[in-house]
């Protein structure tokens, strides 16, 4: 009987385990900071294999902990963002979150699916004490004015925010000058997607020998995409085509989709256009005058160049040319579409309101300028506040656009520049429970037919539909659909749910019999 | 007893002084290739972006993720990196060392690294383990390229500095939870080298002699030769002189 009793209870915790427990309580903000208590709270960052992004992070906690010496803060670096979102999904489940975590709205959105995981900010927003630039602070923090509206904005996830951004940026396309006037055009402003493709094209020639013409070489690859799930969101947005909208739903499988891929396909079958899964980073080429058109964030600017500072080619393929830099090319270039991105700044529930707080203390001081300015150097970032991008220090970093090929490496700076200047052109796509998922089906595709195109496949209705089908299945699309991230009413309880949680109370109750005899029975 | 132990010892030794370098093929395995499988030269003729079939012996694999693994394999001919192969957990636990394989999947070069991707495979019967290719001759060479994703070595190499007087580089110094980068030079060739840390990780011994290295230290290195812009090796192994 007692063991089966032992059973039956072992039995219910593993249910209750499997399905969870009721969540922390929501996050209120307290009255005050208790700063005689001691708080320990760990960060999880990401750098870009950058040692001076490290440094910046690391000298950032010293300072903020010389500023709050009740405040310990455990930094975990990682190098990529999907680790990152990988550690948290696994750590929501135990309750062993980080308290202070660099990430992206989208993932965001995943997090958000517990309950009170992730804590809403506006409240923590506006308090006059603790709050952006609250009165209370031991640093000079921005007011919420002061954060870029657009780059703000990106944090607000249904009716509240759920991040602060940290660092932006867009893409950009890094162009071979020599090359393009080398084949008679000249580089305009702005790019339209049918200007460059058809430079692109005109690169493609060869000689009797199957050298490219334009650069004596055995390989040439004319435009190199380097994240093609933007390439697709930018295009579709610029065409004002479907992708997705605010609650979730997924209109990415569209006629203009179709189009989109279908000229990509000419493009790939030709050998004017591959990406950087299919081939390597598009700096390489760049460098080594195989490519023309090498389209990648502006964060990754210092390795765009003959004078970049970094290199993965060995010196015997670099060549000397001149690289301008543009916005991503356009459908309609009288109206500018771009997207804006880059990590923000989340912060996780814990049962211990203090130590959410102590938290958002620490989150709060890595948008002051001394952090943003710093960051924002090392590669072609943009600070998230104009607190930061309008100080002299930073304006003079600017100035100094090309003094030197580190610090002010020209083809860098001239990478912000072209977020800083055009923030009205950004956008981002909606976020919800899905949204990353979908990013990656909407780059899956560009993926598959400059693939397929490469393997002597067709290319038809048929691939399409069949392509749209499999990619709508392998990133389960269809079971995100309309998944929102607010609190929804679910309704009144199925009948089987009714009927496990009546058998956990009999259990429960039989439970509780059980130890009464006992103790009964020890008395007596 | 003791001197049982010594001619042991002796035989052992003697054994490792005479061991083979290269891959000639053990007498109990049969090395003819299935029907429809492509032999190493067939395949080493197959253009880029074709499908292709191929039969080869796991040498190591990286962690096993999503689905997805990535294998070194060889047979006595030449070389194959199985690039994020689809692959249950199940079965990746299946691709010990030694292990036969059938693999099908597209020809393809990625940064000057051929390789094959969008691959499956089926376990086959059979089992060999090839023996590092001492390749120093090539060091340097155009050559070198012929011995691409084989198990290789690498006699007599001087560590460099990596930078700041350091003789390597973490890629996450803090958590020591991804690779480590090496420059080595031999003549007036460097290269830079890397420990895979999906397939050696922090607690391998490769791992800590990497980190261990000091500028200007004479050493033989095994790998992987991975290519990554020119030669990369994933290295399995440091022996410091």
Redesign the interface.
Same mark, same amino acid.
Do not use: H, P, Q
């Given at each position: 009987m007692r063991k089966k009793l032992l059973c039956l209870c072992t039995a219910v915790l593993l249910l209750c385990g499997c399905h969870g427990s009721r969540g922390l309580d929501a996050f209120a903000v307290p009255e005050a900071f208790d700063d005689a208590r001691q708080y320990e709270i760990t960060f999880w960052a990401k750098n870009d294999t950058n040692k001076t992004q490290t440094a910046i992070y690391t000298q950032a906690i010293k300072d903020f902990q010389a500023l709050y010496p009740n405040i310990t803060v455990t930094m975990r670096l990682y190098t990529d963002y999907g680790r990152i979102y990988n550690d948290v999904i696994t750590n929501i489940a135990t309750n062993t979150t980080p308290n202070v975590c660099i990430t992206y709205p989208d993932h965001i959105a995943t997090y958000m699916t517990g309950t009170n995981v992730v804590v809403p900010l506006d409240e923590l927003f506006e308090d006059p004490g603790y709050g952006l630039g609250g009165t209370l602070l031991n640093y000079d923090g921005p007011g919420k004015d002061e954060i870029i509206p657009q780059f703000l904005q990106e944090c607000r996830i249904g009716e509240h925010y759920y991040a602060i951004p940290f660092m932006r940026s867009t893409e950009a396309v890094y162009i071979n000058k020599d090359f393009v006037e080398q084949l008679g055009y000249q580089v305009p402003d702005v790019l339209t997607w049918d200007w460059m493709y058809e430079v692109a094209e005109k690169a493609t020639a060869k000689d009797g020998n199957g050298d490219y013409l334009i650069n004596g070489q055995k390989v040439m690859i004319p435009i190199i995409y380097k994240s093609t799930d933007n390439m697709m969101i930018q295009m579709l947005k610029q065409l004002d085509a479907g992708y997705s909208d605010e609650e979730g739903t997924i209109a990415v499988f569209n006629d203009t989709t179709k189009e989109l891929l279908y000229t990509i396909a000419e493009h790939a079958r030709s050998g004017a256009f591959s990406t950087f899964k299919i081939s390597s980073y598009p700096a390489n080429f760049l460098n080594a005058g195989q490519c023309i058109f090498a389209i990648d964030s502006t964060a990754g600017a210092t390795w765009m160049g003959t004078d970049a500072p970094l290199l993965d080619i060995s010196p015997d393929k670099l060549v000397r040319f001149e690289t301008v830099v543009r916005m991503v090319p356009q459908f309609h270039p009288d109206q500018p579409k771009m997207i804006s991105q880059g990590p923000s700044l989340c912060i996780f529930n814990k049962s211990d309101p203090q130590e959410v707080l102590a938290a958002w203390l620490f989150a709060q001081y890595l948008i002051t300028n001394e952090v943003q300015i710093a960051y924002a150097e090392t590669e072609g970032y943009v600070p998230v506040t104009a607190k930061a991008q309008n100080t002299e220090e930073y304006q003079a970093y600017l100035a100094a656009e090309g003094m030197d090929n580190n610090e002010h490496y020209a083809i860098k700076i001239l990478a912000s520049r072209l977020l800083l200047e055009h923030p009205q052109y950004t956008f981002t796509t909606p976020v919800f429970n899905g949204s990353a998922s979908l990013r990656d089906a909407a780059g899956q595709m560009i993926e598959n037919v400059t693939k397929s195109v490469r393997r002597k496949q067709t290319i038809d209705e048929a691939y399409m539909e069949q392509m749209f089908q499999e990619v709508n299945a392998l990133y389960r699309l269809d079971q995100h659909g309309a998944s929102r991230t607010d609190p929804q009413d679910l309704g009144p309880l199925p009948a089987g749910s009714k009927a496990l949680l009546g058998t956990l109370a009999a259990v429960w109750a039989l439970i509780l019999v059980y130890l009464a005899l006992q103790k009964m029975k020890h008395r007596t | 007893m003791k001197k049982f132990t010594a001619i042991l010892l002796g035989a052992a030794m003697l054994a490792g002084c005479t061991g083979k370098t290269d891959n000639t093929p053990e007498p109990t395995e049969d090395f003819t290739k299935s029907e429809g499988v492509m032999t190493y030269a067939e395949y080493a003729d197959a253009a880029?972006? =074709? !499908?292709v079939t191929i039969e080869a012996y796991v040498q190591a694999h990286q962690s096993w993720w999503d689905d997805k693994i990535t294998v070194y394999a060889q047979d006595p001919d030449g070389a194959y990196f199985l690039y994020n192969m689809t692959c249950t957990e199940e079965d990746a636990a299946k691709l010990v060392e030694g292990q036969k394989i059938k693999v099908t999947g597209?020809k393809? !070069?990625? %940064?000057g690294e051929i390789e094959i991707v969008?691959a499956t495979f089926e376990i086959e019967e059979g089992s060999w383990i090839a023996e590092p290719v001492d390749a120093t001759e090539l060091w340097g060479t155009v050559d070198m390229i012929t011995r691409q994703n084989q198990k290789v070595l690498f006699k007599d190499l001087t560590v460099e500095d990596y930078g700041d007087g350091n003789a390597f580089a973490y890629?996450? %110094? !803090?958590?020591k =939870?991804?690779d480590l980068y090496f420059k080595v030079t031999s003549g007036d060739t460097t290269y830079e080298f890397i420990v895979e840390f999906y397939l050696t990780g922090a607690d391998t011994d490769v791992y800590k002699a990497v980190e261990g290295l000091k500028v200007g230290d004479k050493i033989d290195v095994e790998g992987f030769l991975y290519w990554? !812009?020119?030669p990369n090796l994933h290295t399995t192994k440091v022996t410091v002189k």
């Open positions: - | 880029l972006d =074709t !499908e597209f393809s !070069e990625w %940064a969008d890629k996450n %110094a !803090e958590e =939870t991804d990554y !812009e020119g």
